[in-house]
């Protein structure tokens, strides 16, 4: 009688990796390739680490059983845009990252203080107005950042040039974006048992492989600009690569540690949304009471560690958890398990990684974009007592994709 639990919280776990995987390495490629193609595969593995982390760590300490924890939008919507403007400006990549990492840093110290600090309960009254506009802001900033890889323009091209020189776009880009977009949109129709971003995944690959047998040009790895690129995850390499990121910090200045105390502090508050958010609904679904305090110790804890590790930050994510639930994860064992099966990919698969195309990382990430907007809002423009909040969400979506949150 207890073989059954133990194999639901495993095939939650499961689940719920297949789920977090492919929007993990998806978000860690959006950061990191407006510094160039050659840190693309930086990204996947940043995102591969981060999902790790939290994963282990997160469900671990957090307050929230059957939580899965793992890199978001909102963190790569911020740190995407970072990395963009930074790299408009002429910064060295090296600086970019080690600035990334102080802001992934300094966020997760703050939802760890938030939780000491008993805020976790005061954050779920914010106003409804205020977080629809900030996911609806963190959902366009996401589409807008993924349109030129979508279209195949070279990397660091921005957007306005993208859409204006069709010259730069690659039809093989296009056609395995869409291919990835539409079986995404099509997959809950057709089955509930794979999630929609592996079988998406799964044709924007098999569409690649399409024009690779007729391109010979396709099939190689090294200096494509449509593939991640090959991952290096051999032990020295990885430490070699973080003592580089942390060589900048000693020529940093008081200026520069205040510049990244915006951008922490609203990664944090996004970050701390966004899994509370979850974890209401995982309540309401469960019958249960999560503990808002606890768990934003546990992932400001599991957010320090993934950004010390060279990882991506992330939060309670409400795909993949709802997977897990229904998959039969029962405890906080499920989410162990998760977080576990991530590590066997990064350990054995990331070859594997390096071959994905980027513009079906880009067509996952449009959806992801496209589901985080409240189309539910233009409801409030019916009622006339409702227009004062439509307008308030208006203002807060302007200010986020203006200014990048």
């Given at each position: 009688m207890r073989i059954g639990p133990r194999i639901g919280e495993f095939w939650g776990g499961l689940g719920a990796m297949l789920v977090a995987v492919p929007s993990s390495i998806a978000f860690g490629v959006a950061v990191f390739a407006p510094l160039g193609d050659a840190y693309a595969a930086q990204g996947a593995l940043a995102g591969i680490l981060g999902a790790t982390v939290l994963g282990l760590i997160a469900p671990a300490l957090g307050g929230?059983?059957?939580?899965?924890?793992?890199?978001?939008?909102?963190?790569?919507?911020?740190?995407?845009?970072?990395?963009?403007?930074?790299a408009a400006r002429?910064?060295?990549?090296?600086?970019?990252?080690?600035q990334l990492t102080l802001v992934c840093l300094a966020a997760g110290a703050l939802q760890l203080a938030f939780g000491l600090a008993g805020i976790g309960r005061l954050i779920r009254y914010m106003p409804y107005p205020v977080v629809s506009g900030y996911l609806t802001g963190v959902g366009l900033i996401i589409i807008l950042s993924q349109v030129p890889k979508f279209l195949g323009a070279p990397s660091g091209v921005p957007l306005a040039d993208a859409l204006a020189a069709p010259s730069l776009w690659h039809g093989t880009a296009i056609a395995v974006g869409a291919a990835t977009l539409t079986v995404m949109l099509l997959a809950p129709?057709?089955?509930?048992?794979?999630?929609?971003?592996?079988?998406?995944l799964g044709a924007g690959i098999i569409a690649y492989l399409g024009f690779a047998l007729a391109d010979p040009a396709l099939r190689?790895?090294?200096?494509?600009?449509l593939l991640v690129g090959e991952l290096d995850v051999t032990p020295g390499r990885f430490l070699a690569a973080l003592a580089e990121r942390w060589?900048?910090?000693?020529?940093?200045?008081?200026?520069?540690?205040?510049q990244i105390l915006v951008p922490g502090a609203t990664l944090a508050i996004l970050l701390s949304i966004d899994t509370l958010k979850t974890c209401v609904v995982l309540d309401a679904l469960t019958r249960s009471r999560h503990d808002s305090n606890r768990e934003l110790f546990g992932q400001g804890v599991a957010n320090l560690a993934a950004a010390a590790?060279?990882?991506?930050?992330?939060?309670g994510t409400m795909g993949a958890t709802l997977v897990n639930l229904t998959s039969g994860g029962q405890t906080r064992v499920s989410a162990l398990i998760e977080g576990a099966l991530?590590?066997?990919?990064?350990?054995?698969?990331?070859?594997?990684?390096?071959g994905l195309p980027i513009?079906?990382?880009?067509?996952?990430?449009?959806?992801?974009g496209a589901r985080m907007i409240d189309w539910r809002s233009f409801a409030f423009l019916r009622n006339r007592s409702t227009v004062l909040d439509f307008a308030v969400i208006a203002a807060v979506v302007v200010v986020a994709v203006g200014y990048s949150l």
């Open positions: 929230t059983p059957r939580l899965i924890s793992a890199p978001c939008a909102p963190a790569a919507a911020v740190l995407s845009a970072l990395a963009l403007e930074a002429g910064v060295p990549a090296g600086s970019v990252l080690l129709r057709l089955t509930q048992l794979v999630p929609a971003a592996i079988l998406g190689v790895l090294a200096q494509n600009p060589q900048g910090f000693g020529g940093l200045d008081v200026d520069d540690l205040v590790a060279g990882g991506m930050p992330g939060a991530v590590l066997v990919v990064l350990l054995a698969l990331s070859p594997m990684v390096g513009a079906a990382l880009a067509g996952i990430l449009v959806l992801v």
